[in-house]
T-cell receptor, first 113, second 112 residues
Framework: AAGVIQSPRHLIKEKRETATLKCYPI?????VYWYQQGPGQDPQFLIS???????DKGSIPDRFSAQQFSDYHSELNMSSLELGDSALYFC????????????FGNGTRLTVT | AQSVSQHNHHVILSEAASLELGCNYS??????LFWYVQYPGQHLQLLLK??????LVKGIKGFEAEFIKSKFSFNLRKPSVQWSDTAEYFC??????????FGGGTRLMVKP
């Protein structure tokens, strides 16, 4: 069965550069969530989308933006990267109707040097 | 690729019952292990984690988990559940490549 796909798996960037992370939800899932987890830290909810509209906003910095496209994939755009942005970014998808369980991607490991 | 299995998809318990949720993973190398919880209407939060040391890990809200390397397991336990423990629980494994693999989740309902 198809799972949530995230790309790239690993990304190394320098300070002040930009990065784009992608998340492809399970087919027919209409909701995507983005989380950031620093080393040894709790996951922090960043943002979520439902039917291509932002549905909830968490601790996403102003330097980051995200959107969900017509095919339901989502991209997290990160600009002016800082060392503290080094983390695992994982996304999850679900089908809102019927409160389907979350399905998670394997994450993107971002390292900012 | 590694995989994570949570055998119980739905669990229904009465308050004060004991809880054990199974989690098994396939990766044979060094792993970091996590349990996450998502309460109704809330976002994911970390319940507990194991990196190294004592294989019995204490988490928040009275939860604990035991890492048994020989069984590739990291089962979550709580001696006496409360209605407020109703939530979805996810086990996850972080391998040497630092990728995070989640289990399919267990939906726990605690009846008052």
């Amino acid at each position: 069965a198809a799972g949530v796909i995230q790309s790239p798996r690993h990304l190394i960037k320098e300070k002040r550069e930009t990065a784009t992370l992608k998340c492809y939800p399970i087919p027919r899932h209409d909701t995507v969530y983005w989380y950031q987890q620093g080393p040894g830290q709790d996951p922090q909810f960043l943002i979520s989308f439902y039917e291509k509209m932002q549905s909830d906003k968490g601790s996403i910095p102003d330097r980051f933006s995200a959107q969900q496209f017509s095919d339901y994939h989502s991209e997290l755009n990160m600009s002016s990267l800082e060392l503290g942005d080094s983390a695992l970014y994982f996304c999850a998808s679900s089908l809102r109707q019927g409160r389907s369980p979350l399905h998670f991607g394997n994450g993107t490991r971002l390292t900012v040097t | 690729a590694q995989s994570v299995s949570q055998h119980n998809h739905h669990v229904i318990l009465s308050e004060a019952a004991s809880l054990e949720l199974g989690c098994n993973y396939s990766y044979g190398g060094t792993v970091n292990l996590f349990w996450y919880v998502q309460y109704p209407g809330q976002h994911l939060q970390l319940l507990l984690k194991y990196f190294s040391g004592d294989p019995l890990v204490k988490g928040i809200k009275g939860f604990e988990a035991e890492f048994i390397k020989s069984k590739f397991s990291f089962n979550l336990r709580k001696p006496s559940v409360q209605w407020s423990d109703t939530a979805e629980y996810f086990c996850a494994v972080n391998d040497a490549g630092n990728m995070l693999t989640f289990g399919g989740g267990t939906r726990l309902m605690v009846k008052p």
